[in-house]
């Protein structure tokens, strides 16, 4: 299976994420533009995982998620990952709150015992949009989003983790609700 932890978006946001991305469509060369049912925050990406460990995993998850406080989060601006001259991944940001961060971190805490490895050396909370094939020049692209770099998406309040797996498709990957794990409320 593979796996990774997310926190899903609310209708509204991800419809004002959808719009940004028709704007943006037509400055782009050579990317692949993420679908309305894609959009999530990345905590931790698990890869491929072994199903017998899933049980375990799951119960860590959930007694992590439920010492964590519910939080408002707010998605804003553009980022890409890469260099203006070749940008790889296209995204919208999320504001680094603390509770957002500390979140993120439990959850790293209790990976290890699993087998997983962060390989992140710093966490930047994103909302990926689309991702640049290789040797994809887009500083056209790269400008629009900069004059648009103060857009706001919208305001939700976070109250669960999501463990999604992620299949293959012909579209692209298809992402299903595996697990959700409550945070706990205020």
Known sequence: ?????ALSLPDSVASRLTDAVRRLEPEATDVAWCRRD?????LAFLGDTAPAILPHLTAACERVCS?????????YGFGFFGSKR???????GVDPIPELMALQEAIWQTLPKFGFADNETHFRPHITLG???????????????DAEDQTDFGSWRVTRVTLYESRPSPRGPIYRAASLFPLATN
């Open 1 to 5: 299976m593979r796996l990774f932890l």
């Open 131 to 145: 991702r640049c094939r290789k040797g994809a020049r887009n500083l056209r692209l790269i400008e629009a989003m």
């Open 86 to 92: 070749s940008p790889r991944t296209l995204w919208a």
């Open 38 to 42: 894609q959009f999530h925050v990345t």
């Open 67 to 75: 010492a964590c406080p519910s939080f408002s989060c707010r998605a």
